[in-house]
């Protein structure tokens, strides 16, 4: 029951596997949580010391890893172990987690690429075949919020742009770099900054009709490491995560354009503690704003309707698809479309791979589900197909849903490619010249938001008849502040309807009549 680590190594000769292979482990689990940390919980690792000149010395390949209790599955990865490598090494491990694994039949394969013109999909994906589709498919649902997150460049020109697009929903960064905070600078006078930034942004916003969901993208006293923006120990002390927010809402609370404020980006740690902040958290922000919903990225515990919480999963599967060359992580270049670490991924394995945020829209039908960030890099082929099927999904489950992101990195710009000879250095992105089909993907999303406003044709005819509007044209003065006089002399039911123009009677009564 305590949270704790064990492992198991199992030493590989270098001079057998090195090259391309693939690792399949048969894996079973029970009741296993997550850790602390996004790295944590059960892991299959092929490891080894990467050759002197690197940029990482260490490389940790993982098969996969999963949480709850699930019966015999494969585990699969493809991976180039480089011939001068040192220390080979399988290990298999749960990390600072609870729980139990098995693993089973643990084989390495010689791998070999084959041309894309060979390769044969599945007939079907029975998993996917069992999931329940969406009341929204073939639809469009009115009232959804679509749209982007927030970049670097936040122009009046840029809004413009976003409005042509078809945008009414943005995912406003609201950071403080860590490398500002590793200077020396304070946290909170930067935030300030950004703050008065982002007021400026909402009066944007609101003038092109587009709502803003704020979001603390770099949280006070969390620390920022290659799996989470923000990890936060078990121990984490809400105080200043709740001063920053009474900071915004200070400023910012209250603006019509603002959708909903997103807590914190991508916390890392186990689910007991983030449900312990975000409810602080969130008590601290109904004292002053009772009504503006409030989002959590977790989706393990459903909240009751009062508390007005959305509820945001992060599609960046499979990670080594979506990410491939971030950080020299992943040495094989996937495409979609094709055999990714063994699996097939098309629209089917994705919709597999969001069955959990399927499952817990089903069970809570009146859940409200965000996509706060999806995306796939330049490079990946057929990036523009992974990127339509993610929004196809979005639609017919009735989620709203931003793209990651709008002029801040190149790498998911989609006003940007990558040319060719590949590499994945950013120097060989550039600007595109025509749509990429990332954008064609991302725009044909963004066309549902002009569906789905509700439109009254009219066409009027042309007449002689005076204009007539209420509060113009002519009044009637009924200037006598006799009670008895009016209607006197006048028949029931005279409107001044004979009398063309007429728009309003003008009746004058003595306050002592009203109230005597």
């Known amino acids: 029951n305590s949270c704790g680590t064990r492992n198991f190594s199992l030493p590989l000769d270098i001079a057998r596997i090195a090259g391309p292979v693939l690792v399949e482990a048969r894996v079973k689990g029970r009741g296993i949580e997550y850790g602390e940390r996004g790295s944590f919980g059960p892991n299959l690792m092929l490891h080894y010391v990467n050759p002197p000149g690197s940029r990482k010395r260490h490389a940790w390949r993982k098969l996969a890893n999963e949480y709850g209790t699930f019966d015999w599955k494969t585990w699969t990865l493809v991976d180039i172990v480089p011939s001068d490598a040192m220390g080979l090494q399988m290990v298999v491990v749960l990390q600072c987690c609870r729980g139990e694994m098995w693993v089973d039949g643990l084989t390495i394969w010689r791998a070999k690429e084959i041309p894309?013109?060979?390769?044969?999909?599945?007939?079907?994906?029975?998993?996917?075949?069992?999931i329940p589709r969406g009341r929204w498919a073939g639809k469009v649902r009115p009232g959804s919020c679509r749209g982007v997150m927030s970049g670097h460049d936040l122009s009046e020109e840029a809004f413009q742009t976003l409005q042509s697009w078809g945008v009414n929903l943005i995912r406003l960064q609201i950071g403080v770099r860590s490398k500002d905070l590793a200077n020396g600078a304070d946290y909170f006078q930067l935030l300030s900054n950004r703050i008065e930034a982002c007021a400026t942004t909402l009066a944007r916003c609101q003038k092109y009709g587009i709502k803003v969901c704020l979001d603390l993208h770099s949280g006070p006293s969390t620390e920022t490491t290659k799996h989470s923006s923000n990890f936060i120990p078990a121990d984490y002390n809400t105080t200043l995560l709740r001063k920053a927010w009474r900071m915004i809402l200070k400023r910012l609370g209250g603006h019509p354009a603002i959708y909903a404020?997103?807590?914190?980006?991508?916390?890392?740690?186990?689910?007991?503690?983030?449900?312990?902040v975000?409810?602080?958290?969130?008590?601290?922000?109904?004292?002053?704003?009772?009504?503006?919903?409030?989002?959590?990225?977790?989706?393990?515990?459903?909240?009751?309707?009062?508390m007005n919480v959305i509820y945001s999963p992060h599609i960046y599967a499979p990670h080594c698809l979506t990410h491939y060359g971030v950080g020299n992580q992943w040495k094989i270049r996937w495409s979609y479309l094709n055999y990714i670490n063994g699996e097939w991924w098309d629209k089917e394995r994705l919709r597999v791979a969001m069955k959990p945020y399927i499952d817990f829209s089903l069970a809570h039908p009146d859940a409200r589900i965000y996509v706060g960030e999806f995306s796939c890099i330049a490079w990946v082929k057929n990036a523009g197909a992974y990127v339509n099927d993610c929004i196809e999904l979005f639609e017919e489950y009735g989620w709203d849903w931003t793209y990651h992101a709008f002029r801040e990195c190149q790498t998911w710009d989609v006003e940007y490619e990558a040319a060719e000879p590949y590499d994945t250095n950013l120097t060989h992105l550039r600007k595109a010249a025509v749509d990429t089909d990332r954008k064609q993907a991302l725009l044909k999303g963004l066309r549902n938001n002009m569906m789905s406003v509700p439109t009254l044709t009219v066409r009027p005819?042309?007449?002689?008849?005076?204009?007539?509007?209420?509060?113009?044209g002519l009044m009637m003065y009924h200037m006598a502040g006799?009670?008895?006089?009016?209607?006197?002399?006048?028949?029931p039911g005279d409107t001044m309807d004979w009398f063309p123009g007429v728009s309003t009677v003008y009746l004058r009564f003595l306050w002592s009549e009203i109230e005597p």
Not at 120 to 129: F, I, M, Q, R, T
Not at 279 to 304: G, L, N, Q
Not at 482 to 491: M, N
């Open 116 to 130: 894309d013109a060979d390769v044969k999909p599945p007939v079907s994906n029975p998993v996917a075949d069992a």
């Open 261 to 276: 404020y997103d807590i914190l980006n991508e916390p890392s740690c186990s689910a007991a503690t983030w449900e312990r």
């Open 482 to 491: 006799r009670l008895w006089a009016y209607g006197a002399s006048l028949p």
């Open 278 to 306: 975000f409810e602080e958290v969130v008590a601290d922000i109904r004292m002053i704003d009772s009504k503006t919903p409030v989002v959590t990225e977790s989706f393990a515990r459903y909240y009751p309707p009062e």
């Open 461 to 472: 005819q042309e007449t002689d008849e005076p204009l007539v509007n209420p509060g113009m």
